[in-house]
């Protein structure tokens, strides 16, 4: 009885460690059914700033709202993103970095793995493509689109702070 007894303790208080350890992701946006994440900011800000692009939270949340509906758009229009475009942008970005070490330490600190480098890339490749498509011949046809297509899209923004 006592060891049964204390069997039960044992997994209460492992239960109740396994509870207290879970991590819950705060969610910043909604665009349509896609969810976008306080990490999802910090890495895109992160990267951008790697880049020598401005890296505030308003700017990153603005691009992560862009990329959802161009994704969509890109999708729709059957564009197709290679891994050879992949991996020529996961090489142009490590050549931000003064060593390997260094690159891999900016993976370690914000928790990315190669395949989220490479989805994060990919989706930027795809805003390049729609852009251009949608651009053609005139400039500022891709603005008007998006503008367009922002006013369609379901975008809830819950809290970027």
Not at 40 to 58: T, Y
Request: net charge negative; no cysteine.
């Amino acid at each position: 009885m006592l060891i049964r007894t204390l069997l039960i303790l044992i997994l209460a208080a492992s239960l109740s460690a396994a509870v207290d350890a879970e991590v819950v992701e705060r969610i910043v946006a909604v665009v349509n059914d896609k969810v976008i994440t306080m990490s999802d900011l910090k890495e895109e800000m992160a990267i951008r700033g790697q880049f020598g692009v401005s890296a505030d939270k308003a700017e990153a949340l603005s691009y992560a709202i862009e990329r959802e509906i161009v994704l969509a758009e890109a999708g729709r229009l059957g564009l197709t993103i290679t891994m050879d475009d992949v991996t020529k942008e996961i090489v142009r970005f490590e050549e931000t970095f003064s060593s390997r070490s260094e690159f891999n330490r900016f993976l370690e600190i914000y928790e990315l793995s190669i395949q989220d480098l490479s989805r994060r890339f990919a989706s930027s490749i795809a805003v390049d493509k729609v852009r251009q498509q949608k651009e053609g011949t005139s400039a500022g046809r891709y603005d008007k689109w998006l503008s367009e297509a922002k006013k369609k899209a379901e975008i809830k923004i819950l809290n970027s702070e």
